[in-house]
């Protein structure tokens, strides 16, 4: 069974920064990627950060140097570095696991959520 446990979110003042972590118990599912989306109220989930199949990350463009995301597998853990934040960042992060090779959802965590005041 696939269990992914957010935590580290909060609110943060417009440019400060947070870290996210992810423990994840899906490692050795090779069919999944692992990486992060979020989802604010009244938007559609937005892909952030994703740890492809062949082992490169891929970020989406309004993250794009700002996002970091990193893994520890001897800990099972999947880490996002969030620098520069601004308040559309705000949005509820979800530790996702998805199919490689056609991108569906899998497994998700119950989320964390992230608030940026200007």
């Known amino acids: 069974q696939v269990q992914l446990v957010e935590s580290g979110g909060g609110s943060v003042q417009a440019g400060g920064s947070l870290r996210l972590s992810c423990a994840a118990s899906y490692y050795g599912y090779s069919r999944y990627c692992i990486g992060w989306f979020r989802q604010a109220p009244g938007k559609e989930r937005e892909g952030v950060a994703v740890?492809?199949?062949?082992?490169?990350?891929g970020y989406a463009d309004s993250v794009k140097g700002r996002f970091t995301l990193s893994q520890d597998s001897a800990k099972n853990t999947l880490y996002l570095q969030m620098n520069s934040l601004k308040p559309e960042d705000s949005a509820r992060y979800y530790c996702a696991a998805q199919d490689c090779a056609s991108g569906q959802l899998g497994y998700r965590g119950q989320g964390t959520q992230v608030t940026v005041t200007s």
């Open positions: 740890i492809k199949s062949d082992g490169s990350t």
